[in-house]
């Protein structure tokens, strides 16, 4: 009797603590890998997705600019050929281009300017006043 294995698991049949928290955490594990496994595809499909739209936004962008050039370019040429000096044409062309970027620049600044990470940098200037210690009168914590 003193040779006897002991039993692999209890005599009730279930299994021991230890192997049903090792189960579960492989379960969980092997369920995390792979709503991660799909969160990569679906992120890598996004990403060409989002790619492709920028694209196509910067060459309509890029069209939109040649076919602004060639109005303007178009307007000058008109307006000089009526006898209208065409320097002071291009002159004028160019200030008002100058005059409405700075107005645009403006108003976008005056109406959209908000300082980025405003939430996120309260809470790491309490976090800050939290964590470093506080001195008393003597030089003592407290």
Not at 100 to 122: E, M, N, T
Request: with cysteine.
């Amino acid at each position: 009797m003193a040779n006897v294995p002991a039993p692999d698991r209890n005599p009730s049949g279930y299994s021991g603590l230890r192997e049903s928290l090792g189960g579960i955490a492989g379960s969980a594990a092997l369920y995390l890998r792979a709503r991660l496994h799909l969160v990569q595809l679906e992120a890598g499909e996004a990403l060409a997705s989002w790619f492709k739209l920028v694209l196509c936004i910067g060459v309509a962008l890029l069209l939109c600019g040649l076919a602004y050039v060639g109005v303007i370019a178009g307007l000058i040429v008109w307006i000089s050929s009526t006898g209208f000096p065409l320097h002071w044409t291009i002159f004028i062309a160019a200030a008002l281009h100058l005059v409405f970027a700075v107005l645009i620049v403006w108003i976008g600044k005056a109406r959209y300017a908000v300082p980025g990470f405003s939430q996120s940098l309260d809470e790491f200037r309490k976090d800050a006043e939290w964590l470093i210690p506080k001195t008393g009168k003597n030089g003592n914590h407290g």
